[in-house]
């Protein structure tokens, strides 16, 4: 006889597991234990249920017990929960949820893949309310879906802006409910940095959400909710997405070491303090391929990937845990949005020093009908241009570029590296020096000094001070809108208007997309201009930043008309 491999969970990782376990060994007894209904679903489509993107709830449900069974001979029982571990006798006890009847099991090798649990805070007055759902399996999403339905639910509020957080909403804008997307950070989608989620916000906002951030729930009454400000929103369903907690109750019962993050403590093979007890997925503590510091990680692919080196490592194949990157991309209404790596504010938080490029050319050639701007923010380590991370928002594929910078990243790539990467090209698809080529020699200016540059977050200071701004577009694009002081002085001008541009005081410049400044700042400083500025991002960076603050905090604009963005 093989192996008794046991998996609590199943999902992403415990599937996975013993999957990977029966491709290795075709004798062992393999049991997967899960205590829902479902033992494997797509948990990443849940909230496309609610608009009927997917348009059943059993939809959802990716393969059945009868499915284990017959395509790989793995015993999958469902409403099955493990209720204790032995790990001196090598047993765990499971209890049937539907007849209450318990049971000893054996085993060999026992796979931990509990996922987690939402977060959902008790201190919180009518938490417990009947309207109040949290998203954590295909059971739960179908009750939200059928709450709505019987109670003809027309007021809705989503808290807490993550990936669920704003999934949600927007699946439940689309099925033309009223939806309030409440988050107590001061932003929503914390893989993004604060100066590139402005365009998220505004892409919300568009689309009729109501967006709170900087204020968090207070109480939850029967038909509204009460935030810490005062604020009431109306509420016939209040959906918690605030965050996930590693479920660890039986790792903890079993005494197994816990992690300094609170996740379920691994070694490079995925086992834990118990050479015969594996852990992967939600649940684990996994270690930053950039700090080499401990994390978390709730994505589905590097479960997966962790599935297979533990069901490797049983069977003695060898595995290189590299570490993990968190690269992941969300749809936001018409907006696509991408990250990998480090933002600037863990760059911060880890005292890294770091430099930024910030380009917005187009998806594709311009001259193409579907060409639109693509947001691409580059953050890189100083003085060795070693790439950290990078964020990507527009409409087009965000997701491949981010995709090359992962690769990049896991590979321990530089600037040089992303420069001469030779990437394919046709005028549908991108432009010949692509928008990750591009970043990377922005980014290598910037490291070798060859011109200044300021963000887009110092932009209203410098307007605030009256400096001296030139926008370099041509004059009905100036004539459109334009910052409350900039004076227009375009690209095909400036060498007839010098007399106009100062040498004794600090010079801002921007444009479109920070191309025909960058051409400017250049030309300037080869005249002898040595205080001159490149305004990263340039008037649409501005104005996505600055949009969605004036519109919240009720203050005047910076520019002339925001009507055109």
Request: aromatic content about 6%.
């Amino acid at each position: 006889m093989g192996k008794r491999l046991l998996i609590i969970g199943g999902v992403a990782g415990g599937a996975s597991v013993a999957a990977r376990a029966r491709r290795n060994d075709e004798t062992a007894e393999i049991i997967m234990f899960e205590k829902g209904p479902y033992v494997s679903f797509s948990n990443c489509a849940l909230p496309f249920h609610l608009s009927g993107i997917v348009e059943k709830a059993e939809d959802l449900v990716l393969m059945k017990p009868e499915g284990f069974a017959n395509q790989y001979n793995i015993d999958a029982r469902v409403n099955h929960e493990v209720m204790s571990i032995n790990k001196v006798e090598k047993t765990i006890v499971v209890k049937n949820v539907l007849t209450g009847e318990e049971k000893i099991e054996p085993y060999d090798e026992l796979v931990l893949s509990p996922g987690a649990n939402p977060i959902l805070p008790r201190s919180i007055k009518g938490i417990d309310k009947k309207h109040v759902f949290t998203v954590r399996n295909v059971p739960d999403i179908d009750r939200i879906k059928k709450y709505i339905i019987e109670n003809d639910v027309k007021d809705t509020v989503v808290i807490g802006g993550g990936f669920i957080g704003l999934e949600v909403a927007e699946n439940l804008k689309l099925d033309n409910k009223n939806v309030a997307l409440v988050e107590a950070a001061n932003q929503i989608m914390a893989p993004f940095d604060y100066d590139m989620v402005q365009i998220l916000h505004k892409e919300v906002m568009d689309h009729g959400v109501d967006l709170f951030v900087e204020d968090g729930i207070a109480e939850v009454k029967d038909d509204k909710i009460i935030l810490q400000s005062g604020t009431e929103i109306k509420a016939e369903i209040v959906i918690m997405a605030i965050g996930v907690l590693a479920e660890t109750s039986l790792a903890r019962q079993a005494e197994l070491e816990i992690g300094t993050t609170g996740g379920i403590k691994v070694n490079q093979h995925y086992q834990t303090s118990d050479q015969h007890i594996y852990a992967v997925g939600d649940a684990i503590e996994v270690t930053n391929l950039i700090t080499m510091k401990p994390t978390r990680l709730t994505l589905a692919g590097p479960a997966q990937r962790q599935a297979r080196a533990a069901a490797d490592n049983m069977y003695g194949k060898a595995h290189r845990n590299t570490g993990v990157i968190g690269s992941s991309v969300v749809q936001c209404f018409n907006m696509n949005a991408a990250a990998t790596g480090l933002t600037e504010k863990q760059c911060l938080a880890e005292g890294i020093d770091y430099l930024t490029s910030y380009v917005i050319p187009k998806d594709m050639v311009g001259l193409m009908p579907d060409a639109k701007p693509l947001f691409f923010k580059l953050i890189f380590a100083n003085p060795s241009g070693r790439i950290l991370g990078a964020q990507a928002i527009g409409q087009g594929n965000v997701d491949k570029r981010i995709d090359v910078i992962a690769t990049m990243i896991t590979m321990h790539g530089d600037l040089e590296n992303l420069k001469e990467l030779e990437l394919c090209y046709s005028p549908m698809f991108g432009t010949a020096k692509d928008v990750v080529n591009m970043a990377a020699l922005v980014g290598l200016n910037v490291l070798n000094g060859d011109f200044n540059q300021v963000p887009v977050t110092q932009v209203r200071s410098l307007v605030k001070n009256d400096a001296f701004i030139i926008d370099a577009r041509e004059e009905g694009e100036y004539a459109k809108s334009h910052l409350n002081n900039a004076i227009n002085i375009p690209l095909s001008q400036f060498r007839d208007r010098l007399d106009e541009i100062p040498k004794d005081q600090p010079v801002y410049i921007h444009c479109l997309s920070s191309q025909r400044s960058y051409n400017m700042v250049k030309a300037l400083n080869l005249m002898g201009y040595e205080n001159i500025y490149n305004v990263m991002g340039s008037f649409l960076g501005i104005s996505m930043y600055e949009y969605f603050n004036d519109q919240r905090l009720n203050r005047k604009p910076i520019m002339t008309d925001y009507a055109w963005v």
